[in-house]
């Protein structure tokens, strides 16, 4: 039996009755679930204010790149207090830089027990040369190191 084809009014008719590609969803909020790491918790990025949902993409970032530094050190990484996401207040308070990484929640304040900063900061130099942490801000102070996702690289002493 022969194929019957189609007239191109019928064809014009099928396109017509054919519903419009969705468009792209509307960007779901990331749930806990997929931000936190096997050793951290969103509420570490959150001592003083709540991370807003737009920037949870930023702790997501950030949370897997401390997490490949913890799993190389084998040794707990603790971002210091107010070391996590900062409001505009907060930074305020704490004299933080006006283009704080820590307001776009891509900037982490650490510690590592048993390593000095300086130790902390050589390992994630070496690992941001490597490829295995995202490049980005590194900061060497006193008593901590500062680490940011911001995507390019930045470097300054405290
Ligand atoms: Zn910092």
């Known amino acids: 039996m022969a ?3 189609k007239t191109q009014k019928q064809v ?3 396109i017509s009755d054919l519903q419009p590609l969705e468009q792209s969803p509307v960007q779901s909020v990331l749930t806990k679930d997929q931000i936190e790491t096997e050793n951290f918790k969103l509420e570490e990025l959150e001592f003083t204010d ?3 949902n737009e920037l949870l993409p930023n702790a997501q970032k950030l949370l897997q790149n401390l997490q490949i530094l913890r799993s190389i050190l084998k040794r707990p990484v603790k971002i210091i207090p107010g070391g996590g996401y900062r409001s505009q207040e907060t930074n ?3 004299k933080g830089a006006k283009e704080s990484k820590h307001l776009l ?6 510690r590592v027990e048993g390593l000095t900063p ?7 130099e070496k690992l941001i040369s ?3 942490m995202s490049e980005g801000g590194l900061g060497l102070y006193s008593t901590f190191v500062h680490y ?3 995507g390019e690289r930045a470097r300054w002493n405290g």
């Open 92 to 94: 305020a308070k704490v």
């Open 130 to 132: 490597e490829g295995k």
């Open 3 to 5: 194929v019957k084809t």
């Open 105 to 110: 929640c891509q900037a982490s304040d650490i």
């Open 50 to 52: 709540k991370i807003p």
């Open 118 to 124: 300086h130790q902390v900061h050589e390992t994630i």
């Open 148 to 150: 940011d996702v911001r």
């Open 12 to 14: 014009n008719t099928l």
